[in-house]
């Protein structure tokens, strides 16, 4: 601990609030989709390939087996390859919003309490404090996926963000207040997670009609407003 970087050293003690933001990897920060899609092709080129626009349902896997029997075997030979998790393409603006997020130190949010005894509302400043983990399910076949998943956040994001690494199948166990996803309705064997899900925007999710707020991209800066939305409601939990 005492050797971290001052960047990532955390006095808790002195924080009232933290918003604790858990995000996603594959489909989130990282282009699973579409580069799988460029590399299927490169591999079988005589086999049929589902586009990006005509992608549905969460698991890959499933709906190539349904297009053509045998095709979810070949799927897997794909993202279980050397070096595919390694060099994934980042989704635009995922990084920069992960490192700026993490930034958000000190943000104000500005809320009211009413005190009937004086009849008179009673501005209250208060800080919330972002703390970014790296939430990510390795696939079963785990021989170069581990490695390569921090490899890759190693490369984009930077060696202090190997300490901000969970590596959960069951994220319905994380400790967080959100998390950002892009597998619609994520659960597990915890009924009641802590955390409250955004949907992340991806291909085979973008038909899904939910009434999970979304997240669509990283780049038109809505992110921004989703983070200052659940750090209000996070002070909320903690003052009512």
């Not at 971290?4 to 989130?28: A, I, Q, S, W």
């Not at 070949?74 to 992960?98: M, R």
């Amino acid at each position: 601990m005492a050797n971290r970087d001052n960047l990532f050293k955390r006095e808790y003690t002195n924080r009232k609030v933290n918003l604790r933001v858990l995000l996603d990897m594959d489909g989130v920060l990282c282009d699973f989709e579409g580069d799988f899609l460029e590399a299927f092709k490169k591999h079988y080129p005589e086999e049929p390939c589902i586009e990006l626009k005509d992608r549905s349902g969460f698991w890959l896997r499933d709906q190539y087996e349904k297009l053509k029997p045998g095709l979810n075997v070949k799927c897997s030979t794909i993202y279980n390859a050397k070096g595919f998790f390694q060099n994934l393409t980042e989704i635009p603006g995922a990084v920069e919003a992960a490192k700026e997020m993490f930034q958000m130190e000190g943000q104000v949010i500005r809320m009211f309490h009413c005190y009937c005894i004086f009849i008179f509302l009673q501005p209250l400043f208060e800080t919330y404090m972002v703390d970014v983990f790296i939430c990510t399910s390795p696939v079963n076949y785990y021989k170069y996926c581990l490695q390569e998943k921090f490899h890759w956040i190693e490369k984009h994001l930077g060696k202090q963000w190997l300490e901000r690494i969970l590596l959960m199948k069951d994220k319905s166990m994380a400790n967080g207040h959100l998390l950002i996803d892009d597998r619609p309705n994520v659960s597990g064997a915890n009924p009641y997670p802590s955390w409250d899900q955004v949907l992340f925007t991806s291909c085979h999710n973008k038909k899904l009609e939910t009434s999970q707020r979304r997240l669509h991209n990283w780049v038109d800066g809505t992110w921004r407003e989703l983070i200052a939305d659940f750090g209000f409601i996070s002070l909320k939990r903690v003052y009512r």
